[in-house]
Nanobody
Framework: QAQLTESGGGLAQTGGSLRLSCGVS????????VGWFRQAPGKEREFVAG?????EYSDSVKGRFTISRDSAKNTVYLQMGSLKPEDTAVYYC??????????????????WGQGTQVTVSS
């Protein structure tokens, strides 16, 4: 069974930056598609970014967030910049090994992290 461990959330000011980490353990990192999602209070969970054979971003974060992978550390990062108050949410990473050659946005994820709070003050 895979396990995902998130870290890096916290408080930032508008315009600031934060980096989230998602460590993958229990299964090979090779072929692991990782997606980042977020859920704000009273809202549905939404896709933020994903890493498979390609990277993909939601329109709301494109140009501000960057997803990257470190295979040596079995970790996927979400570098968040130019933060806005509307980025405030609980952020979750998720993983699937179902298929590598697919859009991360469209996949069903089998494994989820515990979530990490990101709060952006105005």
């Amino acid at each position: 069974q895979a396990q995902l461990t998130e870290s890096g959330g916290g408080l930032a000011q508008t315009g600031g930056s934060l980096r989230l980490s998602c460590g993958v353990s229990g299964r090979t990192f090779s072929g692991c598609v990782v997606g980042w999602f977020r859920q704000a209070p009273g809202k549905e969970r939404e896709f933020v970014a994903g890493s498979s054979y390609s990277t993909e971003y939601s329109d709301s974060v494109k140009g501000r967030f960057t997803i990257s992978r470190d295979s040596a550390k079995n970790t996927v990062y979400l570098q968040m910049g130019s933060l806005k108050p509307e980025d405030t949410a609980v952020y979750y990473c998720a993983a699937t090994w179902a298929t590598w050659y697919a859009s991360p946005r469209t996949l069903v994820y089998n494994y989820w992290g515990q979530g990490t709070q990101v709060t952006v003050s105005s």
